[in-house]
């Protein structure tokens, strides 16, 4: 399967606890995209990624959330002191060129408790 | 406001009917228009994207008016296997073309 790959697909974490999730975009692309959805709603952007570099961050992303992309390959996103607000599902997306559509991997669901 | 707005539906209908979804977007600069399908608790697949001049996939045809900020999907012959929510997506170059979503309209054919 050469699409992007997701781990966990679910996370069930204690409030205060720090969790951390990882993306394998599809190989030949240089886009990397991080989005929250939750019920009821379309995915929110959060963050994304040309090669390695983080170009730039929603409001959303609170000081709580870090996300790297340290080879340019695949990403992680981390997120410190989860709170109950935090419980989602995060997904990650990757485009070969700027513009174009992206492909999402089938999510990480977390839920704080 | 939300910039893509979508009806929420549900939309049901009978096998065989043609259903249309609309959308409209705020923003003036969004570049590029995308319909994604949805299942529960999947992840969002890309249908079609959305050309100027309109473009037809199968049963689906996609419509986008750039002057009045909207852009439409239309089903013909829906089959239950088109149950699903539809989410109208637009990407904007000015915020890193990160895709705006609306929140969708749910489909539900029934056989």
């Known amino acids: 399967d050469t699409g992007v790959s997701q781990n966990p697909r679910h996370k069930i974490t204690k409030r205060g606890q720090n969790v951390t999730f990882r993306c394998d975009p599809i190989s030949e692309h240089n886009r990397l995209y991080w989005y929250r959805q939750t019920l009821g709603q379309g995915p929110e952007f959060l963050t994304y990624?040309?090669?390695?570099?983080?170009?730039?961050k929603s409001r959303l992303l609170s000081d709580r959330f870090s996300a790297e992309r340290p080879k340019g390959s695949f990403s992680t996103l981390e997120i410190q002191r989860t709170e109950q607000g935090d419980s989602a599902m995060y997904l990650c997306?990757?485009?070969?060129?700027?513009?174009?559509?992206?492909?999402f991997g089938p999510g990480t669901r977390l839920t704080v408790t | 406001r939300k910039e893509v707005e979508q009806d929420p539906g549900p939309f049901n209908v009978p096998e065989g009917a043609t259903v249309a979804f609309n959308c409209t977007y705020s923003?003036?600069?969004?570049?590029?228009f995308f319909w994604y399908r949805q299942d529960c608790r999947k992840e969002p697949k890309l249908l079609m994207s959305?050309?100027?001049s309109g473009n037809e996939d199968g049963r689906f045809t996609a419509q986008l008016n750039k002057a009045s900020q909207y852009v439409s999907l239309l089903i013909r012959d829906s089959q239950p296997s088109d149950s699903a929510t539809y989410l109208c997506v637009v990407n904007i170059a000015n915020s890193g073309y990160a895709l705006n979503f609306g929140k969708g309209t749910s489909l539900l054919v029934t056989p």
């Open positions: 959305v050309y100027s």
């Open positions: 923003n003036s600069a969004s570049q590029s």
């Open positions: 990624f040309q090669n390695e570099a983080q170009l730039e």
């Open positions: 997306a990757s485009s070969l060129v700027v513009g174009d559509e992206q492909y």
